[in-house]
C-alpha cells in the first residue's frame, strides 16, 4: 500500500538486542496526508531500513507500506511497516479528492429525427 504525505514528527531512534542475541533498529515518524480531511499516519522503518531511508521533518514523501498486526495478552496491536520512502516535490502533487477528470464530450451520431406537428396532441400533460 501506499500514502503520501508530510513528515510531521521524527522520533528517536530505538536500538537494542533481541533474545537470540542479534542487533535491532528502528525509526518511527508520523507523517498527515494533505487532503481536505488531513489524516496523521504514525508509522516505522525496521532494521537496515531504518538507516536506508533517513527522513527529516518537513519531508514530502510518497510511502510505500505493509500493515501487521498481532495479539498480546489478549489484546491486539497494528503497526504500520514502511518497507519504501521516496521523496517528492509538494508543489507537483495534487491533494485534492474533489476533483475528478472531466469525461470526454459525447458525440451523438444519431440522424436528427423529424416528427410531424399536428394541431391535436394527445398529451395528457
Do not use: C
Not at 527529516?56 to 514502511?82: A, C, H, K
Not at 485534492?96 to 440522424?111: F, G, K, M, Y
Request: hydrophobic share 35%; glycine share 6%.
Amino acid at each position: 500500500m501506499e500514502v503520501t504525505g508530510k513528515i510531521i514528527l521524527a522520533l528517536p531512534e530505538m536500538s537494542g538486542t533481541s533474545k537470540a542475541g542479534n542487533a535491532w533498529k528502528k525509526r518511527e515518524y508520523v507523517l498527515e496526508t494533505q487532503e481536505q480531511y488531513p489524516k496523521k499516519v504514525h508509522f516505522d522503518f525496521f532494521g537496515e531500513r531504518a538507516d536506508q531511508y533517513p527522513l527529516s521533518v518537513g519531508d514530502t514523501i510518497r510511502l510505500s507500506f505493509d500493515i501487521e498486526s498481532r495479539e498480546y495478552n489478549g489484546r491486539w496491536f497494528t503497526s504500520i511497516r514502511g518497507w519504501k520512502a521516496e521523496k517528492v516535490d509538494a508543489n507537483a502533487i495534487n491533494y485534492s479528492s474533489e476533483t475528478t477528470p472531466t469525461p470526454p464530450p459525447v458525440v451523438n451520431e444519431i440522424a436528427p429525427v423529424s416528427i410531424a406537428s399536428d394541431d391535436n396532441d394527445d398529451l395528457p400533460f
